[in-house]
């Protein structure tokens, strides 16, 4: 059996990072030989299970060894320089939303897979949750059709949040970006790119100036998809502990649908009572398949591609780039604009990061 698993090292074991490598285990298609985090007695503890290598030094795990993947759970502000290392090294990579920290980092991340010719794929369990699948399916087959309304919720617990995560220079974003990825990923899953996003953002430091220099914990986005399709997000984070509570709701012209990480719920116009749908499953359920169905990508990509690779997250990003800008000069966005960067390098394995900035500034006058 052992032959046939791909040889596998986990980058970061805080946060999700532990999900990340149980879940791993789980599937039975992943040797761990490696494992790296900052934290030395965690990594010796977590590689004296295994066992496997530790590192506390995330470039000496990809350099020394010779992996078939590599699976990303670290802060995004440590992974830079050994993402790209990885993919130069060959190594498939599977790195867990966000992607990067702006649009350019993602970009070029995939860009150079393209020239490597390896897998990038990006980590989004909502699209492996039970709740969110059968939603997908429901709308595929029309089961609320002429959609003219999406609303959704994101909170996110505050407590215990690493202070790395206020500094726009490291974080990229705040509670959009690190807390609303599953949900704007859903977002255009199930419909497709806004031609506007619009937005607003704050957080609660006690005088403006301290603002400027903080990344967001509230925000608020609204979208325009055509003449008839509109979606708002709602984002904050709250001071207590637990998990995040995010949701959907979809309106149709005679049916409504409410999602949830464990519920589906389809109400129409016709009287008839709510069809529910509710799931009982945890975490390393969601992060279970979303493994199973990278690994079958890296040994089949032909028959199995990836379900969510790092081009298609391109467009969330976008999302993510223009709702920023929009926050800068208080007018509406257009993603389009951003992603037509990957259209005008097309065939290039790298491009200018400051034809990129050049690019999204011109964007915004």
Request: aromatic share 8%; net charge negative.
């Amino acid at each position: 059996m052992a032959e046939q698993m791909l040889t596998a090292g986990i980058l970061g074991l805080g946060g999700t990072g532990r999900l990340l490598l149980e879940s791993a285990r789980q599937t039975g298609q992943f040797l761990i030989k490696a494992v790296a985090d900052q934290d030395q007695q965690q990594v010796e503890r977590t590689a004296a299970e295994l066992p496997c290598e530790p590192y506390t030094d995330y470039r000496q795990m990809i350099v020394q060894n010779q992996l078939d993947c590599l699976l990303v759970a670290a802060d995004i502000h440590l992974c830079d320089e050994h993402l790209k290392t990885a993919i130069r090294k060959k190594f498939h990579v599977l790195k867990l939303a966000p992607p990067a920290r702006d649009y350019e980092e993602a970009l070029e991340y995939v860009q150079m897979a393209e020239y490597e010719k390896v897998r990038f794929a990006i980590g989004n369990p909502a699209r492996f949750q039970s709740s969110y699948l059968a939603a997908h399916e429901l709308i595929a087959q029309g089961q609320i059709k002429n959609v003219f309304l999406v609303t959704a919720y994101s909170e996110a617990a505050d407590v215990d949040r690493p202070a790395w995560q206020s500094d726009p220079r490291l974080a990229g974003g705040g509670v959009l970006l690190h807390d609303c990825h599953q949900i704007v990923d859903q977002i255009l899953w199930n419909f497709s790119l806004p031609q506007q996003v619009y937005a607003l953002t704050t957080n609660q430091a006690p005088d403006k100036q301290q603002r400027l220099y903080l990344t967001e914990d509230t925000a608020v986005i609204s979208m325009k998809f055509t003449d008839a399709l509109t979606a708002s997000i709602v984002a904050t984070r709250r001071s207590d502990q637990g998990p995040t509570r995010r949701g959907l709701q979809i309106y149709g012209k005679e049916a409504r649908l409410t999602i949830t990480d464990n519920r589906v719920i389809l109400s129409t116009d016709s009287g008839l009572d709510d069809q529910v749908w509710q799931f009982e499953e945890t975490e390393q359920d969601a992060m279970q398949r979303l493994l199973s169905s990278f690994a079958r990508s890296v040994r089949d990509p032909s028959e199995h591609p990836l379900a969510s690779s790092g081009a298609e997250n391109l467009k969330n990003m976008a999302v993510f780039e223009s709702a920023y800008l929009s926050a800068r000069t208080g007018f509406p966005e257009e993603p389009m604009r951003i992603l037509q960067i990957t259209r005008n390098a097309s065939g290039a394995a790298s491009l200018s990061g400051a034809d990129i900035v050049a690019y999204i500034r011109d964007a915004a006058s």
